[in-house]
């Protein structure tokens, strides 16, 4: 296997969100690094998984990083070059078996911020905004959610703005809100570790530590209380195959992943 210091930390990350994707399923992506570890999972062990992208394209075989969800890439060899309509609708029938998006800020139950930091009329910072995220993150039956640094600031009790539902005030928050049952956030990743969601109390859990990460870092870096449990396991590393893929083929410009 290869070192920590023979990858960074984007690299990591785009490994370790695609490890979570499974064959012939389908995923809804959101714009940077979750298209790239979903298409680093299709180049790997997932050769069967279906991308589904907002602007209509439907299980396409990515070249190489598109820098939207609607340019051409998007649709290349696809078996649809089809509308947001149909996407949308597809989503709202059940049909999307993973969500997989970026987030700013994100609070215990996994909801996310990816509007404003601050107070929304005069912010601090102004965000990208929802997108399709929130329709992403209610529909699809299992969500995956990028954290790229995980801090205080990016682990908030509670989210300047709620731009995306996770399990929102906690058990039976979602169906409160008329959501899909049994849908809702399933892992996040981060730069320190992988984690999922308890099943009773919906709070984040801590599924492994990522190579060199301690359990101080894991509650140092967080201003909510992290479920971690008696036995947590290491994350995988990418290997010197996968980081040829992601550096040759998926994003040889660096634009995500950095050079």
Known sequence: ?????????????????????????????????PIIASVLAQR????????????????????ELPISVGESRTYFKAIAASSMHDVMSISQAGYIDFGFLGAAQMDMYGNINTTVIG?????????????????????SQ??????????????????????TPGYLDGPGGRERAGLPEKSGP??????????????????????????????????ENSSFEI????????????????????REEIDPAGIVLGK
């Open 186 to 219: 399933y892992r996040v990743i981060t730069q320190l570790g992988i984690y999922g969601f308890d099943e009773k109390t919906k709070r984040l859990t801590l599924i492994s530590l990522n190579p060199g990460v301690t359990i101080a870092d894991i509650k």
């Open 44 to 63: 790997t062990h997932a050769p069967g998984l279906f991308i589904v992208f907002e602007a209509g394209g439907l299980g396409p075989q990515i070249p």
């Open 1 to 33: 296997m290869v070192q920590e210091s023979k990858y960074n930390v984007r690299e990591a990350l785009a490994f370790r969100g695609a490890s979570v994707l499974e064959d012939k399923k389908s995923v809804f992506v959101g714009t940077g690094l």
């Open 142 to 163: 299992r969500l995956i959610i990028i954290v790229a640094s995980q801090s205080k600031r990016t682990f908030v009790k509670q989210v300047d703005f709620l731009t």
């Open 119 to 139: 107070d929304h009329d005069l912010p601090q910072v102004r965000l990208p905004g929802s997108g399709g995220a929130n329709d992403v993150a209610s529909f």
């Open 227 to 246: 479920i971690i449990p008696d036995e947590v396991g290491i994350s995988s590393e990418p290997t010197e195959e996968h980081l040829r893929i992601l």
